[in-house]
């Protein structure tokens, strides 16, 4: 009889854990995955930046755990409708969006279901575990998943130490010409602003125009 | 096809100037609408549209008015002659079109010069074609490309069939056999052309940017007219990587780059090129330099021991032996020349031979065509163009065996290349033999490992960059073989002379561009070849829209294939236990995911994978994509420009400033001064400076943006303004916001003309798309068409468009708006706005109202500051709020603004309030400002002060029938005194007055000047030339209870006035902080205050000062902002001003101010008052408000302060500057809407440099230790 009851409720689609299911997906549809924000871009920085794409419900960093601790971070934004996510998303992606003046852009992704951390247990999936035993056929099978698993993860790590490597190469390489540019700047605005360059133009009888 | 020779020339029109074309409906249309005649005898055909034609006739004194019906056009020799067929059977030869009607025409005007070239040279390529077209239409934006002539191809093929020379053009046959291929050609063209820097002809890029910015019309282009943009090996143009040493020295980097002239080239590889930070050459790398005058190698190492030393000049850049240079110096006077030659070695700074000629021994002088200099290219020797020998010429002159040793154009700053008679010149070549340059090391040919020993400025690539090299020419062999080059300066001749060129490649070192590819997939280290796509890899995440993460879908396909390998060994592991063990041996461990548990095999796998990945993404590709997709206004990059401004090259500047400066100053002539530092090159500072900052901007501002770096108009100002504007529209308007920001100001709107009971439509452009997003398209208002929009007197256009650089932006949106003409144009601009009476469709100002938008207007979305609050945004010079009225509806606008009370009627009234304040002026140092003078919006009498000082000149005694009125002007004070906060309705009733007195006495008294007198001014932050008012403001705010003398109760009261009131702007700010602020207004206020206003100073002299001021040019408040930072120095100059300031108001301060007045009229005789420096010397002189006693000591302290200041209240209220440019900046490294814009315009701003306080924040504790984010970079923001 209750095995009845919960049949018919699965087939009306009702279960209230098909009704937070069915609301999580449209949370997912109305979020915006935002990666490649510097440590210091806060949840009201997200606020105020997105804010002019639309209403922003939630920010939700992505915890890093894994990694070491001063790569970007990444964040979920929740907004208030689909068609703002859309929105975001491609407006990043046509424009350099840059947030708290750090000149790497922001990107943006449509958010999936898979990245957020705390979602709901999809209705009518159940998991069952079972031991293997070696004997079994399947063991072999579930090994070299488990070996695979494991490769790939360092592999993933591999490539994202490479990638950090080469923006720790590329960091030093801005910051050098950074620094050149701006000594160069302070040369020449010391020179204007020390009064050099007034008075020899006075000496030459010529109108500098300062501005 | 000549013209019908005209029956009575006067009575018929026969050129028309500054014409345009329009329809019956009064829309702009093009002429080749109209049937086109061929010959004589045809007949036009009959038109359904009337198409009109405008212009002026005569020399502008006829104005045009005609209906056409046909139009012909003849390709003269000079340039193509349009003519049009007026009704009356009559020919009008077109002259100028009027500027805003140029791109309705551009496509045939582009069409009809092609053809004109093209039947010219008939045998011409396409490039040479697209060349000079791009001359004639240097000043359109878009470049002409093929797609103009697509327009017009009927009329192409038409035009061959009438004209045999054109038919034998092959361009025209193959384009019109092909057209749509030949496009493809011709973006090569252009592209091709792009990367060529032409040496004096503008950048195309340039151009784009000087037409943002608006820059001055001096050498425009940046950097390449002041020093070498030629290769020094050959002595050719081209693509060439400068030297940032101190040789300031040029060089074609590849092969590639140099082949025109078969230049040998350094012969680096492309990927070598790309990967240099710091281009340094080999001589200024070892430091040893030839001596230019015998060639010989020396150290030029200044801290071991030096042989040879370089000439001190601007830009000259060459070195020298102590005895070279002292006998070319002092030829013939042996004891003269040994004792200059000490001197020299002894590191005193000289100048070389060159700078003067050597036949009349006179200095260049760049302004005049006969006086320019022709400098050899082998040894220091120099002629005046008059004085150039005959056997050096321009032309091969066979008679008389003389071949081409001048070249005009190849080198900056109208100077002439020549071989001088001392060098014999190859024939086969064309110019002497290029072994002139040693770079060190040459003897060695054994390609040591000279590279890997580099000294400290090697960058970790450079020595990477060896590995590659091995083979490649790192250093310029000496060959002697002769190439059969014909020495053209490239863009410059005509293109049929390049043709002679015959190319002779040797293998050398061709491919050296292969080779290190090669090596890469040989060898080891994978990891280097990374490095030189570091930049391209993450510029492509930016761009990459597709690829959202890290490769998206590629990555994806790319893994999955990776992970086959895996697979497939998997599957064989259940038959290769052994190997399987081999894998999972190291997995086996405990899964500390930690990394480097990969084997060689995999990670070599990963490398290459990422490899593939990051070569598939290239900068061309980024950047051609950030071109086509950013708003025209947006996509330019200065990058390419201060790349051209090497260390070296800013060093030399400055030391060659300061050298001449103390010549000049120790008595020297003049022109020894100007030979070591020519007048130019302190404009060039000035402009490299600007270009700089704006190019810096976003790190010298770095943490308050974020976003696009937009600024929004507050919401509750756009209701002010739907206010003042709605009695304006009316039923069935058409209101166009062109820049919606994020979209209010027309959804206020709507509700308030619904509330009315008129119901209008609307229409708001913006590139991103807004939260709110009524009426909106997505467009770059630079493309929205004519046709889109009804007709202009059904429109009204608005509001707040980017500012840009000096206005630039601004600029450009409002031409576009007035493309179609609308009936009143509502706007929120800088000031610095070319005002729309000025155009050439002149309108009229309805009202203006510079006061409203002060105070906090803006605000950024997505900037936050500390308190994690919406950043907002202060207006040192608040932008200008101001309704237009085209002309034929003035009257109907007038009337209602009369109604509305926008503008006030009378005339006595103006007059009766200027002269009050006058009065108020001439009070201050008098006691009788017993009256509740309140702060007031010190605008409305600042504009007026400043009419006033203007008229000071013209007026003798304006004091005479002030009194009396004093009193008059003082009910309005308090009404005044209402701060911006509170917008009661006094505030509205006062901005009537003030709009009454500005608008009339602007538009009779100051209308040239508007632009740059400040006239407006925010209560607190005002400095711009608020002179005298300044001055008073310093009285009021350094008066403090504290003084006892005379000064001016009033003023105090003022000052107290103004503290609550400030310190609820600056929220955090504890009212003592503001005062440091304050002082600064008021210490650039001094500046200007104290002068005209003291009666102590006789007439004339204010006569003087007023004209001065009158005459200087606009923001001498920012400027002074600028020299803020300066201050310090001034420290130094004055060391002896130690007064106490603290009676400055009174008499003696007087007298003392009239000394320093007089003082700097010595030091500056001339007619331009420099800012700066008064500015410098009041600051100094300022009183310290709160009672300190010396004000130097604390001078810093002021800064201090400032800098405290502006750290308690990061965001908030200091940081007004950046604001008012607020919106996009167009030059960013990023190229990009880029971050902070602000600054960069920020000649609005007082706190422009960033020597002065900036919203630096707590350094965000993040900040530091973080490497992968960016670096605090520079200093003082962030400090």
Known sequence: MENLKRLNRHLYMGTPADKEYAAFEEKVKRTVYIDNLSPQVTEAVLKTALGQFGSVTNVQFIPNYIE????????????????????????????????????????????EIGMFGDRPIKPGRKITCRWVDIKDPDFEVAQKLKQLTRKHALEASYLVKLQLDEEEKLAQQQSEILKANYKKYEMLENLLSDGTVNRLAYRYNLNVPDD | MMASSDDEADAVPQFVTNYHFVDDKDEPISFCYLPIQWSEDESPDSMETQIFLHGTADSGLQKIYKQVIAWKFELLDEHPEIAVLSKEKNWIKLQKPRKSFEDTIRAILITLHCLHFLKKNPETSGKSLWDHLRKVFSLYELRPSENDLLDHLPLINDAVKHDETLSKSKFLLTFLQNPMKSKAYNEDVQIGTETRKSKFIVDDDEELDEDIEAADEDDSDGEADLFDSVCSICDNGGEILCCEGRCLRSF???????????????????????????????????????????????????????????????????????????????????????????????????????????????????????????????????????????????????????????WDGLLPNNRILIYCLKHKIDRTIGTPIRNHIIFPNVEERNKTRAKD?????????????????????????????????????????????????????????????????????????????????????????????????????????????????????????????????????????????????????????????????????????????????????????????????????????????????????EGCNVEDAKAVCGPEVLNKIIKWRNKLKVYLAPFLHGMRYTSFGRHFTKVDKLKEIVNKLHPYVQNGDMIVDFCCGANDFSCLLKEKLEETGKRCSFKNYDVIQPKNDFSFEKKDWMTVRTKELPTGSRLIMGLNPPFGVRAALANKFIDKALEFRPKLLILIVPQETERLDKKEDAYDLVWEDNQKLSGKSFYLPGSVD??????????????????????????????????????????????????????????????????????????????????????????????????????????????????????????????????????????????????????????????????????????????????????????????????????????????????????????????????????????????????????????????????????????????????????????????????????????????????????????????????????????????????????????????????????????????????????????????????????????????????????????????
């Not at chain 2, 200024?284 to 071991?304: I, P």
Request: charged share 30%; net charge positive.
């Open chain 2, 866 to 1279: 500390i308190n994690d609050k919406q950043m907002e945004q202060w207006n040192l010079k608040p932008p200008l709020l101001y309704l237009w009225s085209r002309s034929d509806w003035t009257e109907r606008h007038k009337e209602i603004a009369l109604k509305e009370g926008h503008i006030a009627l009378k005339e006595g009234h103006v007059s009766t309030e200027q002269k009050e304040l006058r009065l108020e002026e001439q009070q201050n140092e008098a006691e009788l400002l017993e009256q509740p003078m309140d702060i007031s919006p010190v605008h409305d009498y600042y504009g007026d002060i400043s009419k006033l000082i203007n008229e000071y000149g013209d007026e003798s005694n304006p004091i005479n029938d002030l009194p009396g009125k004093y009193n008059v002007a003082e009910p309005e004070e308090p009404g005044k005194v209402v701060s911006e906060d509170q917008k009661e309705s006094s505030l509205p009733k006062h901005d009537l007055q003030v709009n009454h007195n500005r608008t009339e006495d602007d538009l009779e008294v100051n209308q040239s000047r508007h632009g740059d007198d400040d006239a407006g001014s925010s209560i607190n932050h005002d400095l711009g030339k608020k002179r005298s008012c300044e001055y008073l403001k310093v009285r009021q705010d350094t008066g403090k209870q504290s003084r006892s003398k005379t000064k001016t109760p009033p003023k105090n009261r003022k000052n107290f006035d103004r503290r609550p009131q400030l310190s609820k702007k600056h929220k955090k700010t504890p009212p003592s902080v503001s005062s440091p602020l304050k002082r600064t207004d008021s210490e650039f206020g001094t500046g200007y205050g104290g002068l005209p206003t003291t009666t102590s100073i006789p007439d004339e002299d204010l006569d003087d000062i007023a004209r001065r001021y009158s005459s200087s040019k606009r923001s001498i408040g920012t400027s002074l902002i600028q020299e803020y930072g300066g201050l310090r120095g001034l420290e130094e100059q004055f060391p002896g001003n130690t007064r106490d300031h603290m009676d400055s108001f009174s008499r003696t301060a007087y007298t003392r101010e009239a000394d320093t007045r007089k003082q700097l009229l010595r030091l500056y005789g001339q007619q331009e008052v420099d800012p700066s420096q008064l500015l410098r010397l009041y600051g100094l002189q300022d009183p310290d408000p709160s009672g300190r006693s010396g004000y130097l000591p604390r001078q810093d302290t002021g800064f201090g302060n400032m800098g405290s200041l502006s750290s308690s209240t990061p965001y908030g209220s200091t940081s007004n500057a950046p604001s008012s440019y607020g919106r996009m900046t167009s030059s960013t490294p990023y190229g990009s809407f880029g971050t902070s814009t602000p600054l960069v315009g920020g000649r609005s701003g007082i706190f422009d440099c960033p020597g002065s306080q900036y919203p630096p924040g707590p350094p965000r504790p993040g900040f530091h230790h973080d490497s992968i984010g960016f670096p605090p970079g520079p200093p003082h923001p962030f400090q």
């Open chain 2, 453 to 665: 020993v580099l000294p400290g400025k090697g960058k970790v690539v450079i020595k990477k960059r060896s590995i590659f090299s091995e083979d490649s020419p790192g250093e310029i062999t000496v060959s002697k073989k002769p190439r059969q080059v014909e020495k053209v300066p490239i863009d410059l001749k005509d293109s049929a002379s390049t043709k002679k060129l015959e190319k002779h490649f040797s293998g050398q070192g061709f491919d050296s561009s292969e080779k290190p590819k090669m090596k890469d997939a040989s060898r080891k280290p994978f990891k280097d070849s990374v490095k030189f796509v570091p930049i391209k890899m993450d510029k492509s995440s930016a761009a990459d829209e597709r690829k959202a993460s890290l490769g998206g879908v590629k990555l994806n396909s790319v893994l999955n294939k990776v992970s086959e390998p895996v697979k497939s060994y998997l599957k064989d592991l259940p038959n290769s236990r052994s190997e399987k063990t081999k894998l999972s041996a190291p997995l086996t461990k405990k899964p500390n995911i930690s990394r480097p548990l990969l084997d060689g095999d995999t990670k070599k796998r990963l490398l290459a994978f990422k490899e593939k990945l990051s070569s598939s993404i290239t900068l061309e590709e980024v950047k051609k994509r950030h071109r086509d997709r950013m708003p025209s206004t947006h996509s330019y990059s200065s990058k390419d420009v201060v790349d051209k401004m090497t260390q070296g090259k800013v060093e030399v500047l400055v030391e060659a400033i300061r050298t001449a400066l103390q010549k000049s100053e």
């Open chain 2, 252 to 406: 074609h980097a590849t092969l590639d780059d140099g082949t025109d002239s078969q230049c040998k080239s350094l012969g680096l590889s492309k990927a070598q090129v790309e990967a240099i930070q710091n281009f340094l050459c080999k001589n200024c790398q070892y430091k040893q330099h030839q001596c230019f005058a015998c060639g010989k190698l020396g150290s030029s190492d200044k801290s071991s021991a030096a042989e040879v030393f370089p000439c001190v000049s601007a830009t000259c850049g060459y070195f020298y032996h102590p005895e070279c240079a002292a006998k070319l110096l002092h030829p013939g006077n042996d004891a003269e020349a040994e004792e200059y030659q000490k001197k020299i070695a002894a590191g005193e700074s000289f100048t070389c031979p060159v700078h003067k000629c050597l036949v009349c021994k006179e200095r260049e002088n760049k302004e005049v065509e006969e006086l320019h200099f022709a400098v050899c290219r082998r040894c220091p020797r120099a002629y005046h163009r008059k004085c150039l020998p005959r056997k050096i010429s321009f032309e091969d002159l066979e008679g008389e065996d003389i071949i081409t040793r001048a």
């Open chain 1, 68 to 111: 070491q601790n001063n790569i970007p971070q990444c964040a979920l934004v929740e907004m208030e409708n689909a068609k703002q996510a859309k929105s975001i998303v491609s407006e990043m992606g046509n424009y350099p969006f840059m947030m708290s003046g750090m000149p790497r852009p922001v990107r943006a992704r449509a958010a």
